[in-house]
């Protein structure tokens, strides 16, 4: 029962656009939601978060937006750039510090130059 | 600083053999995990300690897998009598104990069993 779902395999974006990465879960309890960036042969590496008392947290060309009701998160790098291309994992846990991640099955995002 | 470690990179072994994967965690980080990534997967959560606390081992897929941690430091993964669907990416994690679940993962071990 996968209770982090990112739906889309993989997206490919041309440098300087948008890139939109989506991320649902079915947990209620979830209160902290996290993306990482994993390039091959390497673990992964943290990007950004967001609280569930926040719907938007954002981070130099990294925004997070969380809508609760929607139990969805979505992921936005904008622009995008040739660098950026990796699997971006989702992430969630529940019961506030320090808690175990549970990961959606990542998505590919390809940067075209 | 140096970040998480972990040995071997890579292991290959024959199903029914134990192995044991390591990893270093953050100098000073109290909180260590260990995932799994099979094949197509995201990551699954195998356990996890705390301090001086009992580890969550809810994540473990059988009683052949075994975690420690001693001295607050260093962790082995061992997993007793392989099988083939044993085989994964093991990853290890650690994080500051400061309501912050920022964890920080060392590069794997890619482990097959034949």
């Known amino acids: 029962d996968q209770q982090v779902k990112q739906n889309s395999p993989s997206l490919s974006v041309q440098e300087g656009r948008i890139s939109i990465l989506n991320c649902d879960y079915t947990n209620s309890m979830f209160d902290y939601f996290l993306w990482y960036k994993k390039y091959p042969a390497e673990g992964p590496t943290f990007l950004i978060s967001?609280?569930?008392?926040?719907d938007k947290n954002e981070d130099g060309r990294f925004t997070v937006f969380l809508n609760k009701s929607a139990k969805h998160l979505s992921l936005h790098i904008v622009p995008s750039q040739p660098g950026d291309s990796a699997v971006y994992f989702c992430?969630?846990?529940?019961?506030?510090?320090?808690?175990?991640?549970?990961f959606g099955k990542g998505i590919t995002l390809s940067v075209r130059p | 600083g140096a970040g998480v470690s972990q040995s071997p990179s890579n292991k290959v072994t024959e199903k029914g053999k134990d192995v044991e994967l390591r990893c270093d965690p953050i100098s000073g980080h109290t909180a260590l995990y260990w995932y799994r990534q099979s094949l197509g997967q995201g990551l699954e959560f195998l356990i996890y300690f705390q301090g001086n606390s009992a580890p969550d081992k809810s994540g473990l897929p059988s009683d052949r897998f075994s975690a420690e941690r001693t001295g607050g430091s260093v962790s082995t993964l061992t997993i007793q009598r392989t099988q083939q669907e044993d085989s994964a990416v093991y990853l290890c994690?650690?994080?500051?104990?400061?309501?912050?679940?920022?964890?920080?993962f060392g590069p794997g071990t890619r482990l097959t069993v034949l």
């Open positions: 967001i609280s569930s008392i926040k």
């Open positions: 994690a650690s994080s500051l104990e400061s309501g912050h679940n920022e964890q920080f």
């Open positions: 992430a969630a846990s529940e019961g506030g510090a320090n808690s175990k991640l549970t």
